[in-house]
């Protein structure tokens, strides 16, 4: 895994990211089964912004890019869901910190 990863999101998906999604429209953008989402909210590794039954789950944009980034890493490394997790976080920490020193 190297630190200069990106996830680049297919230009018919940026007029979704202003909008909340549904279970199915996270899993259709991230081309994963609706199942893959339940399981890896039930897990905690990802959080949908609102609702309390999944019917009614609606998730950030900012979601939409950590789970596309976690189907990557599953994929690429064939890591378990909260091993992939923990990498998205560390990623998304480097990328802050190389903002935040970019901007000194």
Do not use: K, N
């Not at 939409?64 to 997790?85: G, H, N």
Request: net charge negative; aromatic share 4%.
């Amino acid at each position: 895994m190297t630190a200069s990863s990106t996830i680049t999101v297919p230009a018919e998906l940026i007029e979704l990211l202003d909008d909340a999604l549904s279970l199915r429209e996270l899993a259709q953008c991230c081309r994963v089964t609706p199942e893959w989402v339940l399981t890896h909210v039930e897990a905690g590794v990802l959080t949908p912004q609102q609702g309390q039954a999944a019917a009614d789950w609606r998730f950030a944009s900012t979601t939409l890019v950590r789970a596309r980034r976690i189907v990557q890493l599953e994929q690429t490394y064939d890591a378990d869901p909260q091993l992939a997790a923990l990498a998205a976080d560390l990623m998304e920490e480097v990328a802050r910190l190389r903002r935040q020193l970019s901007d000194v």
